[in-house]
């Protein structure tokens, strides 16, 4: 497929299940446009992804965003430190909490915030004006010896409430069945990303093959939640997993 077919055809899957999907970004300027062109055709049932670029960049690719008419839009910090980024050409790099806050109030939309992996992260995110956060560690990719996002989900999410926050504590890494759903929400997320296996349904099926995907992890996430007597999603708690 082409990044537009693609894209197409995960945004449509995905919209069609009632979830939300997140499309990507790049070096090729293409790769936005045809992202944020195929969210506008679903009328805004989507989610672009900017990269942390330098200011003139993020605002050409914020422009795209809204005219998508996508309802949130994210970006990427998981890998924000890594020197190569700011010799890429646009530059890309990590960004101060006020640099976050003008790049919010320039989204207009609801701002998520992919790459938080400690507590004081999650804080300086609140301080931006962030409404969402993706408890995330690029899967692992980025630096050896770093934690799971399992391992650390609790404390940023205890961080978060504890200052008051509102901010929605979003997580991924490894999640794969309803399963690793229902601990994720244990652990105290409000949704889950998975990335990968929504690749393969695409090849392999199309939106049939997201459907099949999605009405799995659905399967086993109402089984896990009978099993451990939670009759709604608002019953899943800690004391439902194991966690010495």
């Not at 960049?57 to 008419?69: H, N």
């Not at 093959?209 to 019953?235: H, P, W």
Request: aromatic share 6%; net charge negative.
């Amino acid at each position: 497929y082409t990044d537009q077919e693609y894209n197409e055809i995960l945004l449509r899957g995905c919209a069609n299940n009632k979830i939300a999907a997140f499309t990507g970004d790049g070096t090729d300027y293409n790769v936005m446009i045809e992202a944020t062109d195929a969210i506008g055709k679903l009328d805004g049932q989507g989610i672009p992804t900017v990269k942390p670029w330098d200011p003139d960049t993020i605002r050409e690719k914020m422009e795209l965003v809204r005219k998508s008419g996508a309802f949130a839009v994210a970006m990427d910090i998981d890998a924000a430190g890594l020197p190569f980024l700011q010799n890429l050409n646009p530059p890309a790099g990590s960004k101060s909490v006020e640099e976050l806050k003008g790049i919010v109030q320039m989204a207009g939309i609801p701002f998520i915030l992919k790459g938080v992996m400690t507590p004081k992260g999650a804080l300086k995110a609140a301080e931006a004006g962030v409404q969402g956060i993706v408890v995330s560690n690029h899967g692992g990719r980025v630096l050896d010896q770093c934690p799971s996002t399992a391992e650390v989900l609790p404390s940023i999410v205890k961080a978060g409430r504890a200052s008051g926050s509102q901010m929605k504590n979003f997580v991924d890494g490894g999640i794969r069945t309803g399963v690793d759903v229902f601990k994720a929400l244990a652990l105290g997320a409000d949704a889950v990303l998975i990335a990968r296996p929504f690749v393969t349904a695409v090849y392999g099926g199309q939106e049939e093959g997201i459907t099949a995907y999605v009405n799995k992890i659905g399967a086993e996430l109402k089984d896990t939640m009978r099993m451990c007597g939670a009759s709604s999603l608002d019953e899943i708690s800690s004391d439902m997993i194991w966690n010495p």
